[in-house]
């Protein structure tokens, strides 16, 4: 039997809890990705910068260069995608945790202890997904629809900055051929 009180309590500290954990996450991974952006900004320059200064560079050199420029882009563009997903993720997930708090304080949300029981089966590529109530992934998953422009404008900046990057780096390489 479950005591009502303790359960409201419980669930609004859970929530709170989890809010919290899902922000601190949030922050960690739009650093992590703004942090490979910056990363990214000064070595490459340096990195092509170094490349170029040796003795005349033979078109063979010139293209593997070049080849490499854009392989490393190419990881960087994945590595962005993957933490801003997982930003978007936890962002969702702090959302969600809000959202039904608010609601049930106001009362317009009704939430059972029952529905704190995790998924029978996983939902998604995160351990989230195995782990955390039915009830806040649903939610989560309703408003990851909801005010994404912001973000998605956000990051398709960082994408541009990055292409920015490569491309100058390589016009940068190929100035210097003979």
Not at 43 to 50: E, K, R, S
Not at 82 to 93: I, K, N, V
């Amino acid at each position: 039997m479950v005591n009502d009180n303790n359960s409201r309590e419980e669930i609004l500290k859970y929530l709170s809890d989890l809010q919290s954990h899902y922000a601190a996450y949030h922050n960690h991974k739009e650093t992590t990705a703004w942090g490979g952006v910056a990363l990214f900004f000064l070595l490459l320059p340096n990195l092509t910068t170094v490349i170029g200064a040796g003795p005349s560079l033979s078109c063979p050199t010139i293209c593997a260069a070049t080849f490499g420029i854009i392989a490393i882009t190419v990881v960087m563009i994945m590595y962005m995608h993957q933490q801003f997903a997982l930003r978007r993720r936890g962002g969702d997930l702090v959302a969600a945790s809000c959202f039904l708090r608010a609601g049930y304080i106001a009362g317009t949300t009704m939430i059972d202890v029952k529905q704190f029981a995790p998924p029978v089966t996983g939902h998604g590529p995160m351990k989230s997904g195995y782990c955390l109530p039915i009830v806040v992934l649903d939610k989560a998953n309703e408003l990851e629809k909801q005010g994404q422009g912001a973000l998605y404008t956000l990051e398709n900046c960082g994408y541009a900055l990055i292409i920015f990057i490569c491309l100058f780096c390589i016009m940068k390489l190929w100035s210097v051929t003979p």
